[in-house]
């Protein structure tokens, strides 16, 4: 099994930045994609961005030019740095392991984390 552990979620303002880590622990050899979904009050949840272990990216395009997805395959760790965030952020954000960025999308998933709450105020 995989074990995803998310940190840094927060409450910043509009304009501000965060950055979400992702730490993986368990079979991580069957990681191949790492993703961040989230899920707004009252939304479904959505693919946000994820990347393979070749670096290859997807992000969704209400995020696009602002957020940057990367990971540390030596470490097994993921990050997701958010900027110039808005209100429309503010979720809580998962982090997601799959065997393809494809079976990401398709949210057939290994594993979810239990999820870091961030709050952009207005």
């Known amino acids: 099994q995989v074990q995803l552990v998310e940190s840094g979620g927060g409450l910043v303002q509009a304009g501000g930045s965060l950055r979400l880590s992702c730490a993986a622990s368990?079979?991580?050899?069957?990681?191949?994609?790492i993703g961040w979904y989230r899920q707004a009050p009252g939304k479904q949840r959505e693919l946000v961005a994820a990347?393979?272990?070749?670096?290859?990216?997807k992000y969704a395009d209400p995020v696009k030019g602002r957020f940057t997805i990367s990971r540390d395959n030596a470490n097994n760790t993921a990050y997701l740095q958010m900027n110039s965030l808005k209100a429309e952020d503010t979720a809580v954000y998962y982090c997601?392991?799959?065997?393809?960025?494809?079976?990401?999308?398709?949210?057939?998933?290994?594993?979810w984390g239990r999820g870091t709450l961030v709050t952009v105020s207005s």
């Open positions: 997601t392991a799959a065997d393809t960025i494809a079976t990401m999308i398709e949210a057939r998933l290994h594993a």
């Open positions: 990347i393979s272990s070749g670096g290859n990216t």
């Open positions: 368990g079979s991580t050899f069957r990681i191949n994609a």
